[in-house]
């Protein structure tokens, strides 16, 4: 039951990260976003913290620090993706 739980809320996240930072993607790529993400959070939330307990149980933390990784991983994706356009 806790992986489907994981799904949709790696689906939230995720879709919340991308609308945040101007990206349209699609359930299955939300759901990817938001699990990568909240990788991504729990590391960085260790470095920050010294605790990597946030990955593993549900809290808010834990979905603050997902929906923080999640939005880097977007913006990589985004400076990725979307090549830069200058003006002359």
Known sequence: MSIIVAII???L???IASKLMGREEGIVMSI???IVGSFIGS???GVLTGSDKSFLAF???GLFWSLVGSVILVAIMNAV???RRTTV
């Open 9 to 11: 809320l790696g689906g």
């Open 13 to 15: 996240v995720g879709y």
């Open 32 to 34: 990817i976003i938001g």
């Open 43 to 45: 590391l960085i939330s």
């Open 59 to 61: 809290s808010w933390m």
């Open 81 to 83: 993706s979307h090549p």
